[in-house]
């Protein structure tokens, strides 16, 4: 039987602020919690060893809250995650941390931040490679259900929909990083995360790979093989979601890299590639990314299945 521990307005004197002169002197925080975690084998036994002790809990928050030094909260609330989920056997945590003081003269309250996150999606985190920073941004357009991750490598992007719930399919044509994936997604004890061995670039008007209205999401991150594109497409089941993001020829003009200018997208070349599909958002330009150190010149889409319920109906 899951549950909540709730601890409302832990207070203590902490140091953070991004200037030295605020982290000079302590100033008063406080830390709300929301815990979830197994309830039933101490509401079975009454016996505080088989729970969660929330006293030490907030011991252990105070702790570490004074002992810090830090220019942002956010940086204070991933340390009070990383604790809580190595010491203590929750399930999902939310995490509120505040200045009650803040030296602001606009703000008659507190400022804070708030993080929230599973032990699965925190241990994946921490683990390896961070996934793609558009993916993230566009999580919460994507219909829950069963994801495809494109050209995979290492799998950074298909841990992290499987960390989220979805039901993902690991594609890609090198072997080895689809059975290291495989071992890891068994490693950490992940069940919905399948890989496959495809060579997506070998000759053929067939492609059983890419069942038709299959999948509820498919993500495609710096690979472009353009005769995928209606494969794709139709893969997506009515509203599925595509998300797809890869180097532009300026990326190639200015940083020389890809190796070929073949493999970067032409201006305005993926919504030629995805005209059948309902554009989302798109931008197209410099941007920060998680594919290597620095920004990258890269077109970003995310694109809808244009389902049933969308279709304009006809008059009579």
């Known amino acids: 039987m899951a549950g909540k521990i ?13 200037t030295t002169e605020e982290r000079r002197r302590p100033q008063p925080l406080a830390v709300d919690l929301e815990l979830e975690c197994q309830t039933e084998p101490a509401a079975t036994s009454d016996d505080i060893h088989h729970a969660v002790d929330y ?54 309250g507190s400022v804070g931040v708030q993080l929230e996150r599973s032990r699965l999606a ?61 071992a890891t997604a068994k490693q950490r004890n992940i069940p919905n995360l399948h890989v496959r061995s495809v060579d997506l670039e070998r000759t ?21 093989h353009r005769a995928l594109f209606p494969a794709l497409i139709e893969s997506l089941k009515p509203n599925g979601v595509l998300i797809y993001e890869t180097f532009t020829i300026d990326n190639y003009l200015r940083h020389r890299h890809p190796r070929r200018w073949e493999f970067c997208l032409a201006q305005n070349e993926l919504l030629r590639l995805t005209s059948n599909l309902r554009v989302l958002s798109y931008d197209e330009g410099e941007h920060d990314g998680s594919h290597g150190p620095g920004s990258v010149f890269t077109a970003q889409l995310v694109a809808q299945q244009v389902g049933p319920s969308s279709l304009p109906h006809e008059s009579t």
Not at 61 to 83: F, H, K, N, P, S
Not at 84 to 104: G, M, S
Request: proline fraction near 6%.
């Open 204 to 224: 053929t008007d067939e492609r059983p790979e890419f069942p038709k209205h299959e999948y509820d999401v498919i993500v495609v991150f710096f690979y472009l």
């Open 6 to 18: 709730i601890i409302e307005r832990l207070e203590f004197q902490g140091r953070c602020g991004v």
């Open 122 to 182: 925190h241990q994946i985190q921490d683990a390896g490679p961070t996934p793609a920073r558009f993916l993230t941004q566009q999580l919460h357009r994507l219909p829950k259900g069963k994801a495809l991750d494109v050209a995979a490598g290492p799998g950074r992007n298909a841990l992290y929909l499987a960390s989220h719930g979805f039901q993902v399919d690991a594609m890609d044509r090198d072997e080895q990083a689809m059975a290291q994936l495989a």
């Open 55 to 108: 006293a030490q809990v907030a011991d252990r928050v105070v702790e570490i809250g004074a002992a810090q030094d830090c220019a942002l909260l956010e940086t204070l609330a991933e340390r009070l995650l990383t604790m809580l989920f190595a010491e203590f056997p929750i399930d999902r945590a939310k995490v509120w941390v505040r200045k009650l003081a803040p030296p602001l003269e606009q703000v008659t």
